[in-house]
């Protein structure tokens, strides 16, 4: 069980990160899922590996426009598990990721504050104060176009102080003090003890759709096309299912 996010350079990743000798013999699936999949796929990769502990599951989190960027680089990739369906989408219109796209869990958001809401925020409209310090993913990522799209559909027009290349980057900024407040994934803050959720209601929210398929083989991607679509299976099945509501998703 490696994590890649460690790694600067991607492509390079199975080398800079290395499997140990012991490792040798598992077969690899490389997994390339949004931020906000963090915990649940923690939790799916050690229960995945425990019925198959043959295979040996490695992640990499990070932004989903990042991921699909790096996967059309040629970065060592089976699996790619995104916020929108749209960014599958455009990974299997380049060829990079065999379709169809399967949507597994869906997600909504929320407002994230500091704990015990100390600026009193108690809807969108509140963070148009000027005197709130408010961060926002980037719209290139989909936390930062669903968040663009409820603030727009609500009136509502925010000068963000930064632009976060994931939804965990606004969530941490959040949560260590540097940031008012956010526009998160509600799953986002149920690990985090810092931060609290300020509920948007469902007429001015978003439903966001994670999509998962198993990236184009190449040589530079080194990988067991039987266990990347056996890995795929059991996100899509009763064991992924139940894990991924146990961390609040929807489920189609």
Request: with cysteine.
């Given at each position: 069980m490696i994590s890649l996010a460690g790694c600067?350079?991607?492509?390079?990743?199975?080398?800079?990160?290395?499997?140990?000798?012991?490792?040798?013999?598992t077969v690899p699936v490389n997994v390339f899922a949004a931020s906000s999949l963090t915990e649940a796929f923690a939790r799916i990769e050690a229960a995945y590996e425990g019925e198959y502990p043959a295979t040996d599951v490695v992640i990499n989190f990070a932004g989903s426009s990042a991921l699909a960027a790096q996967i059309r680089e040629g970065a060592?990739?089976?699996?790619?598990?995104?916020?929108?369906?749209?960014?599958?989408?455009?990974?299997?219109?380049?060829?990079?990721?065999?379709?169809?796209?399967?949507?597994?869990?869906?997600?909504?958001?929320?407002?994230?504050?500091?704990l015990g809401n100390p600026k009193n925020i108690r809807n969108l409209r509140d963070l148009a104060a000027p005197e709130l310090i408010v961060v926002l993913a980037d719209t290139?990522?989909?936390?930062?176009?669903?968040?663009?799209?409820?603030?727009?559909?609500?009136?509502v027009s925010v000068t963000p102080a930064s632009l976060?290349?994931?939804?965990?980057?606004?969530?941490?900024?959040v949560a260590l003090g540097e940031a008012d407040a956010g526009i998160v994934y509600r799953t986002d803050l149920a690990s985090e003890s810092n931060a609290q959720a300020v509920d948007i209601p469902t007429d001015q929210n978003v439903v966001a759709e994670y999509a998962i398929g198993s990236v184009t083989s190449s040589d530079d991607r080194p990988g067991d096309a039987a266990a990347t679509a056996q890995f795929i299976e059991f996100v899509l099945g009763p064991a992924g299912r139940s894990t991924l509501e146990a961390a609040g998703f929807g489920l189609p």
């Open positions: 600067t350079a991607v492509v390079a990743t199975l080398s800079a990160c290395g499997r140990s000798d012991s490792d040798a013999d060592p990739a089976n699996v790619f598990a995104s916020a929108d369906l749209a960014t599958l989408e455009a990974a299997i219109a380049f060829g990079d990721v065999a379709g169809p796209p399967q949507v597994f869990a869906t997600n909504t958001l929320a407002i994230a504050v500091e290139t990522v989909p936390a930062g176009k669903y968040a663009a799209e409820v603030l727009a559909a609500s009136g976060e290349q994931n939804v965990r980057a606004v969530l941490s900024k």
